[in-house]
């Protein structure tokens, strides 16, 4: 009988025992958390498209005033070519008699200077450009511009 109860005492103790406080495991990185190794080659930010786009833009008005006005295309100067924010769908061009949706909306400016008169075509992301006789500033702001 007393080796029962040793043996008992014995079971339990190891029982007790293995009740302790549990030791993490070592810290291994969780996948949200920054890691230290060898960089990462990317691939540089390719913006041609852009350019592209305000190039061709800028022939269009550059084509159209040159009709207008009845001059050469080497006359027209280039004032600037940007992109912008208009502050409603005129895009800068408000008609009088004319309701226009209240929202943002991404566009370009083109200003072209003949004989020290500037002139102003706007657009908006669809690159619909419109010569505009009497042109707003974009909403946000004058981009390097003269109004």
């Known amino acids: 009988m007393n080796k029962f109860w040793i043996s008992l005492i014995l079971l339990f103790s190891l029982a007790l025992g ?18 230290v190794g060898e960089p990462t080659p990317m691939t540089p930010l390719q913006q041609t498209p852009a350019s592209t786009n305000m190039q061709t833009l800028v022939k269009k008005a550059t ?9 050469s295309e080497d006359q027209i100067k280039l004032v600037k070519a940007s992109e912008v924010t208009w502050g409603d769908g005129s895009l800068g061009c ?29 657009s908006g992301k669809d690159g619909n450009l419109s010569y505009c006789q009497n042109p707003t500033p974009p ?8 109004y």
């Not at 909403?139 to 003269?146: F, L």
């Open 139 to 146: 909403a946000n702001g004058d981009p390097g511009g003269t």
């Open 63 to 71: 084509d159209d005033l040159s009709k207008k006005l009845g001059v």
């Open 94 to 122: 408000p008609q009088k008699g004319m309701a226009y949706i209240e929202m943002l909306i991404s566009g370009y400016l083109v200003v072209l200077e003949v004989d020290n008169i500037q002139y102003e075509y706007h």
């Open 18 to 35: 293995s009740c302790g406080p549990v030791t993490p495991p070592p810290s291994t990185p969780s996948p949200d958390s920054p890691t």
